[in-house]
């Protein structure tokens, strides 16, 4: 069997912003095609940073990197935003047409598509995104759900392989968490690298298979989100609160129920609750 090659590979690298911060130290990280990872951490701890070294925006101060096997130093940020694709927490430092259709267009625009093809695959991500009603509307002027939608929609319309998003349940609803996680099914589907900056645990937990642990500038836990997340340990360290099925679990294994041990579903746990509450009941 031939090993596979990661899609992003992560060699000792360190950043230090121009005013002396030490935002990365020594981070070592390789992910697959395909791969769906979550990074999470305090504020500060370096999240921002590392991903902004990905498409060129930064440059390690040591160390390098590797997108497709290319060295990343060699190449342009235009060049590598065709790879890359990097969905900011803050919309509005993405977005600056005149018109939500205009963002679109200006965004496929470094793709030497003529016209027609422009407008088609304006047309088409218009839809997917359900900003046709929009359309002529200044970016300026949608929701915080809508704009950051849009700002989706622009890195989205140019087909990156490798997808990133900065805290994007932030802020949003139920429905606009869904979206959100059906185009996360999507993308997947179409075999996209997708990496999401979070500090939603509950969102982390049910939805991402692997999480990356950040403080400090460094990578404190990689692997399993459930192992990661189950951690106490890791947890406190990086001032997140463990799952609430996790916290649950171990009331439960307080009162002495032992076969909770491997639930770590909702579903599970909720069928394992119902059924214990049920032959309780029967027996009075
Ligand atoms: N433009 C900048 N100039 C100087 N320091 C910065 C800049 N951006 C971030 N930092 C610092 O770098 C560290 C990591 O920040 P960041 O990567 O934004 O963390 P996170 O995304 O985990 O909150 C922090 O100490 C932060 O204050
Ligand atoms: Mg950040």
Redesign the pocket.
Known sequence: MTKEIPIIMMRDID?I????????KKINLNIFKGELVG?M????????????TLNGL?RPTKGSIYIETENASSKSIANLSEKVGIIF?NPYHQLFANSVEEEIKFSLKSFNLDKEEIQIRTDRILNQFDLEKYRTRSPLNLSGGESKKLATASIICRDPDIIIF?EPTLGQDAKEIEFFTNLIKNERNRRKTIII?THNIEFAYEYLPRTIL?AD?QIIADGPTKEVLNNEFLITQTSLVLPQIQQFYLALLEQGFQETLDMMSKNEMTDYLRNLLKNSSSKV
């Open positions: 950043y912003y121009p005013n002396g911060t030490e935002a990365l990074i951490g305090k504020n500060g701890a370096g999240k921002t940073s590392l991903i902004r930064i927490q900065d900056i950040m500038g």
